[in-house]
């Protein structure tokens, strides 16, 4: 499989860290992560699976442990560099509040290229598009985001976490508030990005249909990972 | 979305006009605030500049006078005994001591115009039943008319004068049933008479002007009153109007004279000018803090009511200081906007009030006065004002934590 993208070394996340309600969410978490790998994580609510992935995603920081990308250790980099290093590395797709209500589709998905660059062009709108009819959407790109269904606006979202071409994609629900048919499309939609371009996919889902055709499941109960342990129906 | 603009000028643009009704009714609160100022300000030019224009075409900046003459001791040097005491003399003219060598002198200085000297006092103008007393004014007319524009308030004849010729207000000429080319008998108290001709005819806006001014040359005018090689007084205008009075102080501590300038002389509507504009400046204060809080308020709501997308940009790449850089310039949009908006409202109010405050006698009350700087300036400022609002909701909003606004 060679180097994995992607190591956690010994994570553990602990909220109000020494007061009376101190709670460790995630609790000596040791993961690694490799390029084309399409994984899921499952578990019950508030077993701490949400956590885990900010962490993945820089969006958040461990309170104890280490987090590797390509190798490089995250642990000593300021916010400006996580910023950077999350904007080019990562791509989020969320399960609510999908996408930028005052911008259209098309603007949306160049949202990730332009806050990198700074200046909008011909070869981002390009770029955009082009993800936009990856995810069936072309016809659709001068539509306003909120004017969309659900499924349609989970498909931009996940055309702009494509956008700057992201070694990792991370999905937190991604089908969670949609309908079977819009999620099944939605997840047959990734499973082809993964498969075509080999992006790593770790996605949170609670749907056992969906989670069966991943290459791989991790299961977090209670702050750690269950080894071996047979997925829980919940 | 336009090429041009930069990342950040995209999205403010964006959220402003995505909350446009937010956005309408924030501008217009900072325009009617604007607007009142630029009324205000512009009003209170216009009306200072008309002040100073009346005053100033009409008066010399400095007049330099003989010092009263106050009772003193008259000393003789050899046997330091006094005399009689000298009572001060009423209505009579006083000539300045030296005042050949003072004109030279005043004329040398370079903060210094136009030095023009006069001889005043009262006679008696005749032509036949009719006397009336006026106020007999011998002028230099080339340095005389620098100062005092005479030839603006020709209403007949010629501005001009010769030894013989006066210059009377119509209202004079109206009670004496002259008309320009008739000739008048003048004759002073001191026993000076001459019989002049009318060369011109003089409107000055003001009644007892009109109805008691007589311009002749100077030399008339000391032989009429009586004194020959005198003269009462020495008009000066000035480089620098709001240095009169330093200049008139200097004026009167080299030389043995008064000198009066227009400050001190004006020195009620002056203060009233100077009350009016610290009374502008805290208004101004006060409209900029409101100005200030208005958008404050909307940009910590838009804050508030964005902190998802705010996460959602973070998550995708976005760095504190464009998330920041987005809220100071929706906040420096808005200031200007407003101060557009504003400028526009001042601008209408001032062609209305123009058009229907009038005087008395019809003529404007102010000057229509629309100075480019004040928008420039107000512009600047009303912009600055809306970054400097716009701080605190920005560092709000760069700050925002992504995992909380994007769990919340
Ligand atoms: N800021 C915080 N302070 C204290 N506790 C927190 C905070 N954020 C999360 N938690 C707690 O951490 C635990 C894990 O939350 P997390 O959102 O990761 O769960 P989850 O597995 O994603 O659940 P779900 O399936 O419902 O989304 C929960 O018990 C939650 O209450
Ligand atoms: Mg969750």
Redesign the pocket.
């Known amino acids: 499989m060679g180097e994995p993208i992607l190591q956690l070394e010994n994570i553990c996340k602990i909220?109000?860290q020494g007061e009376p309600s101190e709670?460790a969410?995630l609790r000596e978490i040791n993961l690694s992560f490799y390029k084309g790998e399409f994984v899921a994580i499952m578990?019950p609510?508030?077993?701490?699976?949400?956590?885990?992935l900010n962490i993945i995603g820089l969006l958040d920081r461990p309170t104890t442990g280490r987090l590797f990308i390509h190798g490089q250790d995250t642990q000593s980099l300021d916010d400006h560099a996580l910023t950077q290093l999350r904007g080019h590395s990562i791509g989020f797709v969320f399960q609510y509040h999908y996408l930028i209500s005052a911008f259209t589709a098309l603007e949306n998905v160049m949202m990730p290229l332009l806050a990198d660059q700074g200046f909008p062009d011909a070869a981002m709108k390009a770029r955009a598009r082009f993800l936009l009819a990856q995810v069936g959407l072309e016809k659709w790109m001068d539509q306003l985001a909120t004017k969309m269904s659900g499924g349609q606006q989970q498909r931009v979202s996940l055309a702009r976490a494509l956008a700057m071409n992201p070694d990792i994609l991370l999905a937190d629900?991604p089908t969670g508030n949609l309908d079977t048919q819009s999620a099944d499309a939605v997840f047959a939609l990734m499973r082809r990005i993964n498969q075509q371009n080999g992006t790593c996919f770790i996605i949170?889902t609670?749907n056992h249909d969906l989670a069966a055709l991943c290459d791989r499941i991790i299961t977090?109960v209670d702050g750690q990972i269950q080894t071996g342990a047979p997925v829980s129906r919940t | 979305m336009k090429y041009g603009l930069p990342f950040e000028w995209i999205v403010a643009v964006r959220f402003l006009y995505e909350g446009r009704l937010q956005t309408l009714f924030i501008i217009g609160g900072i325009a009617i605030g604007v607007g009142v100022i630029v009324f205000m300000s512009a009003m209170l030019a216009g009306l200072e500049a008309n002040f100073l224009k009346r005053v100033l075409t009409t008066q010399p900046h400095i007049q330099v006078v003989a010092m009263d003459q106050v009772a003193r001791p008259l000393r003789d040097p050899r046997q330091q005994t006094e005399d009689a005491i000298i009572q001060k003399p009423t209505q009579r003219v006083v000539s300045i001591d030296q005042w050949q060598s003072i004109l030279q002198q005043l004329r040398a200085q370079p903060d210094i115009v136009t030095v023009s000297p006069t001889v005043a006092g009262s006679a008696f103008a005749i032509r036949g039943e009719a006397s009336r007393s006026v106020t007999l004014t011998g002028i230099e007319p080339q340095t005389y008319f620098q100062i005092v524009k005479i030839p603006d308030y020709l209403v007949a004849g010629e501005a001009r004068l010769a030894s013989d010729m006066v210059m009377i207000g119509f209202e004079l000429a109206n009670d004496l049933g002259a008309k320009v080319g008739d000739k008048i008998n003048v004759s002073s108290a001191s026993g000076g008479r001459q019989v002049l001709t009318v060369s011109a005819l003089l409107d000055f806006g003001n009644k007892g002007a009109n109805q008691r001014s007589a311009f002749v040359t100077l030399r008339s005018a000391q032989s009429l009153l009586g004194m020959i090689g005198g003269v009462t007084t020495l008009d000066v205008t000035v480089q620098d109007i709001y240095a009169a009075e330093i200049i008139a102080q200097h004026i009167a501590s080299a030389n043995q004279v008064v000198a009066d300038s227009w400050i001190k002389t004006n020195a009620q509507f002056f203060t009233a000018v100077q009350a009016q504009k610290s009374t502008n400046t805290l208004i101004r204060l006060f409209v900029g803090l409101s100005v200030a809080f208005g958008i404050a308020a909307v940009l910590v709501v838009s804050v508030i009511q964005r902190s998802k997308e705010v996460g959602i940009l973070r998550a995708m790449g976005t760095t504190r200081g464009q998330i920041m850089r987005v809220f100071l310039l929706q906040g420096g949009l808005l200031g200007f906007a407003g101060s557009v908006g504003g400028a526009l409202l001042g601008a209408i109010a001032l062609y209305y009030w123009h058009a229907l405050a009038r005087q008395a006698d019809g003529s404007e009350l102010f000057p229509l006065i629309l100075e480019q700087q004040l928008f420039v300036y107000t512009a600047v400022l009303a912009t600055l004002t809306g970054l400097l609002a716009a701080t605190a909701p920005a560092v709000r909003a760069a700050k925002l934590d992504p995992v909380v606004a994007i769990?919340g």
């Open positions: 909220y109000n709670v969410v578990g609510s508030g077993s701490g699976k949400s956590t885990l629900e949170v609670h977090v | 769990r």
